[in-house]
């Protein structure tokens, strides 16, 4: 690894979460990283030992709540927004506006069409100024852009492994752009670390169930970035479910084509598109999510069945599906090594 690059400052807002944990545990073994701050409001004044026991001795830093003059004041020069919807477009704009750069893992800055967030999370869009300057932060896309990116909308889990899945396809005029069937499943940390109902551990365990059927919130999402990819409008019909493990999503996608290529030259189309991509993996065998446990990896293969093509695409949530994204986008950001703090 260089040692003449910088190191960025760097503050994490909404430090409490599963997400953040994992961040925390990628950027302190990121050579070009410090941690100076870390904010919340629910576990003000608590050791991050407190929070997180898994990293007690890692990081002497409490969690605190501070403005932005603050953050400024502690030379923050990026900031990683792990803030529940609806917060991050509050918080950010203050520090944007001050010249720090951020990459933020609600989906407050996903959607570039305001009126579709309000239809979709309830709410009235606040910011509408840096959501017109963000950049979807999917490095295997979009990584051109985020060298000059200040803010940086991290991806959903689900939808990493639905558009990664589908991308080679859609952008080679291979299938019905609508009639994509996206059938996913995950872990209970995809719902975050603030108990429900449904994931209450009587509930959730030796327990298998859709949810949000027809409604969830990442359907625009997907919808957004393949109907780019693919030049035209595209139309997905995706239902999440819940399986009762810690982490890991596994996507079974199925989509029409007139065309039937064989198998092989569908693995050659996948290896060709995705071949400069540290982070995704075609592969032979059928994905699972133990494959891809702890890192950034995304498995993706194709199996022809009938008149069928199924994309199966496995994921860990909290890396790949959040911070390991986050990082992966804060390397392509500052012109690090892509896999630094990754691999």
Sequence with gaps: MATDQPVIKVAILGASGYTAAELIRLLLRHPNAEIVAMTTHQDAEKNLSEVH???????????ERLAADELIGRGVQCAFACLPHG??????????????????LSADYRLTDPNLYAQWYGES???LAHLAQAVYGLPELYGEELPTATLVANPGCYPQGAILGLAPLLAGNLIDPTSIIIDSKSGVTGAGRTPTTATHFPECNESIGAYSVGRHRHTPEIEQALTAIAGTSVEVLFT?????MDRGILSTIYVTSSRRPAQDKLLELYRDFYHDTPFVRVVEHLPATKHTLYTNFVDVTVRIVRNRIIVFAALDNLVRGASGAAVQNFNRMYGFEETRALM
Excluded: F, I, N, Y
Aim: no cysteine; hydrophobic share 45%; charged share 20%.
């Design 87 to 104: 917060k991050s477009m509050v918080a950010l704009p203050h520090l944007l506006d001050r010249g720090l750069r951020a990459v933020d």
């Design 125 to 127: 869009h606040s910011d």
């Design 240 to 244: 999440p479910h819940l399986v009762p």
């Design 53 to 63: 026991p898994a990293l007690t001795g890692r990081l002497g830093l409490r969690l």
